[in-house]
């Protein structure tokens, strides 16, 4: 019997299914088959009566009382038996235990739910990624139907999908995925494998740390040094480690100065500061950096004193204080981010001795690491010693300045400074004078963005600003000595004109009017009319001087050639100004360059003859 035919037929009498049973008549496939059936229904009546259903289906007689849905069926349903008793109903070969682990997971999501997620796990292409962390962060992964795919993820070819699966996904299930892992691990791997050895490291604990062991010693160099990497601050493995700083492969001494840096033995100590000395010392180095090894970090400070001193009698031997310098900055290296008390000795003697590094070409090297140390560090002890490297390198002002601004009063950093800036700076050369003032006022600009943050998170979500613009509504009178003012006039500063600027200052009044005027100006674009508008609003000025001034700068034959104008410039002041402007910006629209024109027709449709005039 043909059950190549039988199976033809089973699936067009399922299109027809999906399509609608009225739809068979004058079916030219089922048309194409009924012959074949007819002639094989001369041998087997089946056949013939198949044949017979086929035929009415698709050419009903007008006396037929059945429906079309009816005449299908009862074709479908000799069609199944015929096949069934066609079909075997026994499987070959021999039985055995399926091997399965066991898992806490449930099935708790409908499918409609996992779709998306099984299809960004299961292809590839863009888009995915969102798909995924989503899905995990609303804890769809903790369904048993995603576990396996989850797995499989580390494969993806796109890594951040790999990456963020091993970071996040993975160690979320828990101890209940490590037999999964390591039924895929293979210790010889690549990339992928390493991945999963993170996973592994991270939910097995101490159940794996013999393989670990086993795997630093004959896995793929890159699987090694994972196994290395999760070794950090085992003190009963120390030997080893220490032994696999010496390995041909530098992923593997990477490691193992990285796992060796997190232990406090005095074998381990030993070993590390003696490698900054050889030709590991980067990879030290960068060791050292990252962890946070406090009896690593002291004897490092210890060895840079040493250095320090060291410099005093290797004076004339240039080899010599080469190589000491370069000990040194490895050091310094180190120490950069670290808050440690020790180092501030060793800061204030070099500023005791400035004299001695400047001549050596050291002192900017290691005031680069003070200041940043310094300022980190943040307490008056630390300030005192800034107001003394801010002396003898100027370039270091802000540093200085950012400090006393959070520890002194605001009238004792303004008298402190402004003496200098009236006195003793001013008998500097004019452009080191104005270089220090541009360093001050930078300084100043940087604590306005610091403090508007602060600003902005002390209003809470429901009252939200950009901390952009939270800088311009924040009350700096509480924060700032008033006197600043006249010295943002005199430098025309114009960023702390429209941080400072306050209504009871006619001079301020008077300032903001006549830049507003300098039609030459504009050229400078629109970031400098909009500090004089915040300035303007803050000194509380009579509204009609800044719309004829905003009118203006439309009109300017300067402004035309710019591309656009500022979106903060158009949202909080050109959709204020009055409807009586209209005329005057209709007659230079066509002047603007194509964006700008187009702005400016938007803000003609949006002008309102209700505003009042």
Known sequence: MSTALLQELHKELRRVYIAGSELATGDMRLKRLLPQFQQLGQRAPVFSKLGQGIAALIEPSDGTASSSGERLQEVSTLLASVLRTLGASAESGTLQSIAHQSNQLKTISTYRKLAPVVEALSTSGGGRYEVITDAFKNGVFNDLRLMQ???GALDDSYSDISEYTAKHILPAYGRQILPYMLEVFDPNGKSADCRRLHVIAEVGGEEVIGQLLEWAETGSSEVRAVAIEHLAGREE?????????SDKKKAVRESAYGALAHCKSEAALAHMMESFK??????VRDAAYYSENRELDTLIVHALD??????????????KLARLREEAENYFEVLRSKRLEQLYDTYLYVAQHAQFYADIDWLILIYDQAVEYLENMGTTRELGLLFAIEKQAPKYIPYAFRTAARLLEPQALYERYYGFIAGAWREEKKNEFEARIKLVESAMEELFWEQARSYEASLGQVTRVSYKQARFKMPVHELWDGRWLDCAMEWNALELLAMLARPDHEGCKAYITEQLQLKEKHRDGDERILLLLRAFDRAQMDPEIKWEALVCYIENPIRFKNYYFDRVLIAEYFEQLPAKYKSRIEAVVPMHSRYSKEQLKELLESMSDNIKE
């Open 149 to 151: 795919l989850a797995v």
């Open 306 to 319: 040493a250095v320090m001193k060291s410099a005093h009698e290797a004076v004339g031997d240039e080899k």
């Open 237 to 245: 493995y120390v030997d080893r480690l220490i032994a696999w700083t």
């Open 278 to 283: 050889g030709k590991d010392g980067e990879l």
